[in-house]
């Protein structure tokens, strides 16, 4: 089933929800208050209870929220419940550091292959995958990937989209520090880390 | 000055506005209606009037936004007009990355110190940056260093920001998978890149 209500912003909010929920859970916390769960995430109580009551509302008056069945949820609305096979090209220092990134199989999701132009890393090992050419970007569908990430350099992102879209990829994770372009039934998400870092000078004190 | 009633929430997506502004501004664009502002960065219109209202209306009726105008007061707000240094803690597959990442420039950060503990790594050099060992970041504060970046291993997280806040950092980029705890007067950004993978399955079609 699918929430068509659920606004992009709140999209946006879950995986942060999840994250500190997983968090709490290992930390052996079966519930948490929506003040309490505010103060860990640094958001207003309101805006919490507003993204939850998308779905439903969980939390027990005095009680709180019940940690592992929100985890349930959020993972169910976010279809993060399976394991998702990841594709990623560009394999210089950014896609290395997203292949060793400890993080993704919280999520379950899986690089199960990687591709590089480079003639000099085409055959190379990484863990249990090979880096394969380029070229053999239009396998993916057959292989049953349809999730890619792009960590190529920047005037290559463009041309690299193209042909993952051609592969008949759903869904793009863009490394590259750059904007792409797709058709519109291709989702792209743009991870661009030094925007995070320019919050940082405004909480700086005086400098 | 600073801006003491803008909120968490604008303050994260100021720097999302900037980078869109900033390349509007890059491809010559000098005005933009707040409805194609929203358009482009796929947030509603009036969340980016909101936003904006908190330090002042510069746009123009009919005629919108001014480009280089909204880049002046976003940086302004965000402090990001003179350069950040920014110490790196970590040189792997992370650390490399973040260093090689060319987005960094673009807000006025400067990795120009890097530490690792590993002593194959110490005295090699990374461009204009020479590794050096993890006991030598008790010199930062003297060297007029600020910012700092935690790219380690999950399980050195924490040891690494102790260190961090003893030799005066003020801000932290933390780039490793776990949360780290700090006296309040220090600003933590835990950036999770797998998080906004994590949005991903939600937009596939049907899977």
Redesign the interface.
Known sequence: MRYHKIS??T??R???Y??DLL?LSEQGRSSISSNDLASLL??NPW?IRKDFSYFGDFGTRGVGYDVENLIRQIKK????SGV?K?ALVGV???G?????????K??G?EIVAAFDSAAGKVGKQIGDVRIEDVVALNTLQRRNI??A?IAVP?DAAQETADALVDAGI??I?N?S?C?ITVPK?V?V?T?????????????????
């Open positions: 992009d912003e999209i946006r879950l995986p942060v999840l994250r968090t640094g958001v805006q609305i976010l279809r993060l998702n990841v210089g220092n950014l290395m550091a997203v292949m060793a990134y400890p993080g993704f919280r999520y999701f349809h999730v990430a920047r759903k869904g994770l490394f520090p904007y039934k989702k998400i991870i661009d880390i030094a925007m995070d870092l320019a919050r940082l000078p405004y909480y700086l004190p005086g400098n």
